[in-house]
Nanobody
């Protein structure tokens, strides 16, 4: 794979849950910190969450306590478990390797996966 591949998005009711996945090649998740971003229609892209190579998690204030980032290095996959979803979580979600080191810095954005929270 040339790009990370995000999946798991869809339409969900407010209060519902989704689990997003981001798969990247060449042991990316063990070599790079990984970020989740989102971009709502007509708005700027914003940072959502990150996980370090050691598994340390960080979150934006808007999702803290509701979202959980994790990873499985053996599968080269990073996850974003999203619970208690709100309409304002509606956005295209992207993963991105942190730009540390030549390999991590060279990896492009994925195409994203759409999350829509609506009744």
């Amino acid at each position: 794979q040339v790009q990370p591949v995000e999946s798991g998005g869809g339409l969900v009711q407010p209060g519902g849950s989704l689990r997003l996945s981001c798969t990247a090649p060449r042991f990316t998740s063990s070599r790079c910190g990984m970020h989740w971003y989102r971009q709502a229609a007509g708005k700027q892209r914003e940072w959502v969450s990150s996980i370090s190579i050691y598994g340390t998690e960080t979150y934006s204030d808007s999702v803290k306590g509701r979202f959980t980032v994790s990873k499985d290095n053996a599968k080269d996959t990073v996850y974003l478990q999203m619970n208690s979803l709100k309409p304002e979580d509606t956005a295209m979600y992207f993963c991105k390797a942190a730009p540390s080191g030549s390999w991590c810095s060279s990896l492009p954005w994925g195409q994203g996966t759409q999350v829509t929270v609506s009744s």
